[in-house]
């Protein structure tokens, strides 16, 4: 018996890294899926893993009627949602923050904050209506809390977030609904060069290990599994929590 059996999850930004490897874990513990993503290619890869139990769609988190269009398809395909996990991000590269532009100031908070803003909008009022709870989880980051250099602005989108899983835990915890977020370290995803402003490489990645007490950047099965434990019913009793998922970083 999986440890999200019978549970269906919406996962966003599920086309690459992280949302991909949680989409495939969640169903590998029996949750029935669906993977969503602007980027269609890497939603449908995503998918085949695993497709009696992974189903693609295709939506923006930064439009309203995306996130309508996305809870009637996972209403129709599974008949209920018990799990929300907003993860799908995005950053400008590492620069003097004087040199980030409005359009790319807007674009971190649009799919950063005001897709979470969205999604839980678009999500919450059937998990209420269903009277059974339900599970939030949003992808925040260590830079919630201990911004860096020229990631100013990404990092306060994530500071929001941060402050907004608190908010809504309070929200809606009297309706059993739980809401936390993980918070992690520098990983090998897409996003791998944006943040650090180098390529992707072993050698790169060493460079960012130094002030990390366990001595090495973060896996996507790192943030994989303390999602699965999150939404799980191991962790009933949790909720208002930003799990800092980062080898001891944040200390
Ligand atoms: N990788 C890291 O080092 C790291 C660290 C801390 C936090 N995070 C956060 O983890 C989350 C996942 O990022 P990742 O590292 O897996 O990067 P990634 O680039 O591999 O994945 C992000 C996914 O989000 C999708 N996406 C972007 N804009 C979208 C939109 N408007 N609508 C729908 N989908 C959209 C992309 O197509 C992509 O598939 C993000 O919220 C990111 O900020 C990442």
């Known amino acids: 018996m ?27 513990e029996g949750a029935k899926v669906l993977v969503c993503d602007i980027n269609q290619a890497g939603g449908e890869a995503t998918v085949s893993s695993n497709p009696d139990l992974l189903s693609f769609h295709k939506m923006d988190v930064t439009k309203s009627a995306d996130w309508k269009a996305t809870m009637d398809a996972v209403l129709q395909k599974f008949g ?13 590269t590492n620069k003097p923050t004087t040199d980030v532009t409005e359009e790319e100031f807007e674009r971190t908070f649009d799919v950063n904050v005001k897709g979470v803003y969205l999604g839980c909008n678009a999500w919450v009022q059937q998990a209420m209506e269903r009277k059974e709870g339900g599970v939030i989880i949003n992808i925040a980051s ?22 907004a899983t608190k908010g809504l835990a309070l929200e809606y915890g009297p309706h059993q609904i739980r809401v936390n977020s993980i918070c992690p370290l520098v990983t090998g995803t897409g996003l791998f060069s944006a943040f650090t402003g180098v390529e992707d490489t072993p050698e790169n990645r060493q460079k960012f290990v ?37 080898g001891g970083r944040c200390i």
Request: aromatic content about 10%.
């Open 2 to 28: 999986g440890r999200l059996e019978g549970k269906v999850a919406i996962v966003t930004g599920a086309g690459s890294g992280f949302g991909a490897g949680i989409s495939r874990r969640f169903a590998a």
């Open 80 to 92: 209920r949602c018990d799990i929300l996990v907003n993860n799908a991000g995005w950053s400008y």
């Open 142 to 163: 260590v830079g919630a809390t201990r911004p860096r250099a020229g990631l100013v602005w990404y990092n306060a989108s994530k500071g929001a977030v941060w402050n």
């Open 210 to 246: 130094g002030n990390v007490p366990m001595g090495r950047i973060g896996e996507v099965d790192d943030v994989v599994n303390a999602c699965v434990f999150i939404a799980s019913s191991e962790a009933s009793f949790i909720t208002g929590v930003n799990l800092e998922v980062d």
